[in-house]
């Protein structure tokens, strides 16, 4: 989790010594604050949503994100595997 570095560094209280989700607050709903955010894990349009496994509460530690690939990181991971493997190698959805 690339922006989560930061607060895990950080000493005690502030600091978190495990960090699952992004820092995408966006939603503003959680308290404490730290609890938002999106599980890059469970953002993968891959089965995204299928009812089991991720939970569309933003305070949830599985919160799966607004949508499939919503997050900049996923899009990131997402746009790397595309260009590296050839057309013939992806799996269908």
């Known amino acids: 989790n690339p922006d989560g570095r930061r607060p895990v560094e ?16 966006e939603s503003g709903q959680c308290r404490p604050r730290r609890n938002g ?3 890059l894990n ?9 009812g089991f496994g991720s939970s569309s ?3 949830s530690d599985t919160y799966r ?10 899009k990131a991971i997402m746009n790397y595997a595309t260009s ?3 057309e013939e190698q992806r799996r269908r959805q």
């Open 10 to 25: 950080m000493p005690f209280p502030e600091g978190q010594a495990f960090r699952r989700k992004n820092l995408n607050t």
């Open 37 to 39: 955010g999106v599980d």
């Open 42 to 50: 469970r953002n993968f349009p891959f089965k995204w949503g299928v």
């Open 57 to 59: 509460n933003p305070c």
């Open 65 to 74: 994100g607004k949508s499939p690939a919503s997050e900049p990181e996923v």
């Open 84 to 86: 590296i493997f050839p």
